[in-house]
């Protein structure tokens, strides 16, 4: 029984610096280490800042350039972190099927978003220069998640 739990162990296991080399390719490192719809939401955020850039005035290209940039390393320290918590069994303990649940909702309304940001484009009933100047919006809900999550977490741990 031992040894069969030793073998379990080690197939979980993941290796942080592959994970981080992996996620060179962006999503990738979220798909290594069992996350498939973060490595997808990954890959879509990463493909809607190119085609923003691509799509932005010289000022707004900039802005985006730099979110391309910012996201792209981010998703790499992610994925690194997150390597090294499953083989320190954090995530195990913390109840993962809850976490994997939201994220996959919050992964849910983001590509939502994006989806009706870039329909109201085609019809004509936004620009994509409109677009640049909302892309504060992005970290607000980025913010707003974290600030919740952390009340969450605070809510679980004093009862």
Not at 136 to 150: A, E, N, R, T
Request: proline share 3%.
């Amino acid at each position: 029984m031992d040894n069969n739990q030793q073998a379990h162990k080690a197939q979980k296991e993941k290796s942080p610096s592959l994970a981080a080399f992996l996620a060179i390719f962006p999503g990738m490192g979220a798909m290594y280490n069992g996350n498939i719809i973060k490595g997808i939401t990954y890959m879509l955020i990463f493909a809607v800042l190119i085609v923003l850039t691509d799509n932005a005035n010289d000022p707004d290209g900039v802005v985006f350039g730099l979110m391309i940039a910012g996201f792209f390393i981010y998703q790499i320290i992610d994925s690194y972190n997150e390597a090294s918590k499953i083989n320190q069994n954090i995530l195990a303990e913390e109840n993962p099927a809850s976490q994997k649940e939201d994220l996959s909702l919050f992964s849910a309304v983001v590509v939502l978003l994006i989806g009706i940001v870039f329909q109201l484009a085609n019809f004509d009933l936004l620009t994509y220069r409109q677009v640049t100047r909302l892309w504060p919006l992005v970290l607000i809900v980025f913010g707003i998640k974290i600030v919740y999550d952390y009340f969450k977490k605070e809510e679980k741990k004093n009862g």
